[in-house]
């Protein structure tokens, strides 16, 4: 089974299924399977073998022999469905990521899907949202960097503005975008050095600088930049920053987060530092070196319930993953970056904090500064029992 796809358990009716999202765009959107389908599937390890998988169908049924030939014509449909990780799927994927790296331009991913792809559309939805929540910051704060969410623009829309009001009044000349790398699966962080499309137009790369990043020898750097392709968590962040900002003001340096569980030797802020430093300390150059950069976390805070591989509802540990955000968000305000860490490995990221690793390199890249939570909320999606919570912070530049 391949191991890049994302499943979800959805309820019809009184019907159960598990709906299916591939980033690679290759199965359709909206597939779902049946509860015992998607039992089979988890049996192709890559190891079993057509008797092994109908010894496990044995056990599950009560000694019901299920015939051999029947299993081989599922795994054969599974394979053209481009659910199973074979030669076919492996030649047509990496036609898919040979294409994408060969672009200059990295295309929007979203537009027509989570947001206007009409311009003047856009505009009107970004405005709308905007003045939901006009809580702009005075000019004298110099504000270093903005916290916003990465969910969908519709759930989101309130803390949206919450974040960009509260730069509008800013001009900065570079943009570092920290986003959260959902399909990065080679390294801590990817970085590209495509200019970014959307229905505003192209946002030029700072290529002096990604160029740099990307020539950094550490495992740590994914190989290439497809992760950016069909992500959504910095593409969200770039059509409120060409919407608050004029047009080609600002060039961006846009930078995937991922999993540090996955990708540390050790999951605590010391292994981050030994084995991510060199980087750590590129992007902190940076920053200190010109005060026209303004740092972007495109981030969302826990992921709870049966959606995210919880056996309980969302409903019954939100008290408890409310607490250990807003722990978080404490130690990130105060820029506490030991504490922020501490409270991280204390509960071994039970609530799956998504935007964790991008917050953690905001905090060790950001000069001396006070952050400020805007606020704070929590979406329940009813269907599923899961619920997401996402923030809304600002970091102010402490003057000597």
């Not at 994927?93 to 790296?101: A, C, M, T, Y």
Request: charged share 25%.
């Amino acid at each position: 089974m391949r191991r890049d796809l994302e499943f979800f358990p959805i309820q019809q009716g009184d019907q159960r299924f598990i709906l299916i999202r591939d980033h690679l765009g290759l199965v359709g959107e909206g597939k779902a399977i049946s509860i015992p389908l998607f039992q089979l599937m988890t049996m192709l390890d890559g190891r079993a073998d057509i008797r092994d998988i109908q010894m496990q169908f044995m056990r599950q049924k009560g000694g019901v022999l299920v015939d051999g030939d029947q299993i081989k014509r599922i795994i054969n449909d599974l394979d053209q469905s481009y659910l199973l990780e074979s030669e076919r799927f492996k030649n047509t994927k990496k036609r898919i990521v040979e294409d994408f790296i060969s672009r200059k331009v990295r295309s929007s991913s979203h537009s027509g899907v989570s947001y206007p792809a009409h311009r003047e559309q856009l505009k009107q939805r970004l405005d709308e949202i905007l003045n939901l929540s006009p809580c702009s910051r005075p000019d004298k704060e110099r504000v270093i960097s903005v916290v916003a969410p990465h969910i969908d623009l519709n759930v989101g829309a309130r803390l949206y503005s919450c974040s960009y009001n509260a730069i509008r009044h800013i001009r900065p000349g570079r943009v570092i975008i920290l986003g959260v790398g959902h399909h990065l699966m080679d390294g801590l962080f990817s970085i590209t050095t495509k200019d970014f499309e959307t229905p505003f137009g192209i946002v030029k790369n700072d290529t002096d600088i990604t160029t740099q990043l990307k020539e950094i020898k550490s495992s740590v750097i994914a190989k290439d930049d497809f992760a950016h392709r069909s992500e959504h968590s910095i593409e969200f962040q770039i059509i409120f920053l060409q919407h608050i900002f004029p047009q080609d003001s600002f060039r961006i340096v846009p930078v995937l987060c991922g999993s540090a569980r996955v990708h540390l030797s050790r999951y605590c802020r010391e292994a981050y530092i030994q084995e991510a430093g060199e980087f750590i300390d590129r992007l902190k150059n940076i920053v200190n070196q010109d005060n026209n950069t303004l740092i972007v976390a495109g981030v969302d805070m826990s992921h709870t319930g049966p959606k995210f591989g919880h056996s309980l509802p969302a409903l019954q540990m939100e008290s408890r993953f409310s607490a250990h955000d807003r722990r978080l968000l404490e130690c990130a305000r105060n820029c506490d970056k030991d504490g922020f860490w501490e409270e991280s490995v204390r509960v071994n990221d039970e609530f799956n904090v998504c935007g964790f690793s991008a917050l953690a390199c905001l905090l060790e890249i950001l000069p001396p500064s006070e952050g400020r939570v805007l606020d704070y909320e929590i979406w329940h999606e009813s269907a599923t029992n899961s619920a997401v919570s996402f923030a809304s912070m600002i970091f102010t530049k402490l003057i000597k």
